[in-house]
DNA sequence: GGATGGCATTTTGCATTTATTTTTGGCTGG
DNA sequence: CCAGCCAAAAATAAATGCAAAATGCCATCC
């Protein structure tokens, strides 16, 4: 398994770099949890590469009982895979696991939407509002990273607004795992889709005015499932690094 | 901490029983798992209880490195909450978690009824029509018991006629969390809405029938708010052995 | 008499050690 | 020359041991 030696020595480099950053909380397993966590949604590490214990402590410079355990949380997250007896590996998503991965986001954000109509305050209509005209200021700027950052930002202010701590929670867990995703796929491919993209974000911020819970509902089920179809779309026009 | 010492004895007994029944997979914490999980969606410890780990491991007869694994991961399910440096307690949903979690449940299960329309199959939906009616015999037999089972199975082949493995186990998450709650909340409570409850069943038979993706979505949904609505009435007047 | 500070005990967190399983390399037999 | 098997080496899983943190208790001081 020479194949990842160069990204577990990059593991080494991302660790001295972020030893001083006090990052995690209290407990040093959850410290090792947050970073391989961050280090595992960057993509540094193929698909379906083993994670050879043994090597990441001398990496992180700790013993392997805290690392077995941010290992086993992150296996419950489903961003790893144990093999027993054999260890772990980074947890290779095939088409079908993104097929399903996009549709339940679909399900978590309609639900986000039709509570946040419910909840939401005229205050955090307002700041829905600017966030959308600053992207569709980036989208005329053809500023792709500025969209993406603000798209985001309106997506989790919609979850936020639900007045859900738990959806928000379990939100989170499956944006991460499409990160993961994401950074294989190369951003360019929203190109195709962004025009479209910009009028459904029109429709959800007009849904999202009037309270429409129900609409707002479905179009943010329909916006996920256009995400999942250009996505998929990608990875067959691009079936480069693919590992189903 | 004597006030749960009959409540670990418990689980000690618990666990000679089941040492028969090979229930883990291969690795012994998986196995032990799968018994912490159990025992804690049954109920037997109060809301809010200290475990301590060196109680568990004997009554496990096992070492604290398996159980300390096992215990991280429920954590990440939500099941118990980690104190740094001061052990696992039983987690102690709020009212306010209860809610949270009815939501979810609903958004999933919603979820689950629209793509259950697009993927079903007509031998699913005749299996699903059996069960229904089993259920509604039930119902007027008054066999409560009996009634549950069904209610359970059919919202069982929705969520896998979804044909969305991921969803499925969001889904089983979601649905132990809230076992834990139900079976302190005695089950007398559904019968106020037994009736109520029956029809909307009745809807959801059709709707699927029809292959109404939107209709059902929107029943299911309603349907896990009426439950919702149900179990913070019953959690108010009976406000027993609440841990807010 | 009450409160505060220090000490002892208990408990958790991490590291080290031991044992079991798997894998790989070499060897022997066909 | 290839296939199957055995053995050694490596990796993982579990257990134990050690250190640090927290809680409870007691004594002393105000």
């Given at each position: ?12 480099a991302e660790i001295a770099v972020e030893a001083v950053d006090p990052a995690g909380a209290g407990s040093l397993h959850e410290e090792i949890l947050g970073k391989l966590r961050r ?190 179809a250009a996505a998929l779309r990608y990875r067959h026009d691009h079936p480069a690094q693919a590992a189903d």
């Amino acid at each position: 398994m020479t194949e990842m030696g160069g990204a577990v020595a990059a593991l080494g480099a991302e660790i001295a770099v972020e030893a001083v950053d006090p990052a995690g909380a209290g407990s040093l397993h959850e410290e090792i949890l947050g970073k391989l966590r961050r280090f595992l949604v960057e993509g540094s590490l193929p698909d379906g590469a083993r994670i050879p214990e043994r090597t990441l402590c001398e990496s992180f410079g700790i013993s392997r009982t805290p690392l077995r355990e941010a290992l086993k949380v992150l296996a419950a997250e489903g961003l790893v895979e144990l093999l027993p007896n054999r260890g772990a590996r980074v947890r290779s998503y095939t088409e079908t696991d993104i097929r399903e991965l996009f549709e339940v986001m679909g399900g978590l954000e309609a639900l986000a939407g039709r509570l946040a109509c419910e909840n939401i305050t005229d205050a955090e209509i307002a700041a829905v509002e600017k966030l959308h005209y600053e992207m569709y200021a980036s989208y005329m700027r053809r500023d792709l990273p500025s969209y993406f950052k603000l798209n985001q930002l309106i997506h989790k202010a919609i979850v936020d607004a639900a007045r859900n701590a738990t959806l928000a929670v379990t939100y989170d867990n499956f944006a991460t795992r499409l990160q993961r995703v994401r950074y294989n796929a190369n951003r360019e491919n929203h190109k195709d889709r962004w025009g479209e993209a910009m009028r459904e974000h029109e429709q959800i911020l007009d849904a999202l005015q009037r309270r429409s819970g129900v609409e707002l509902n479905d179009i943010l089920y329909r916006h996920l499932m256009n995400k999942q179809a250009a996505a998929l779309r990608y990875r067959h026009d691009h079936p480069a690094q693919a590992a189903d």
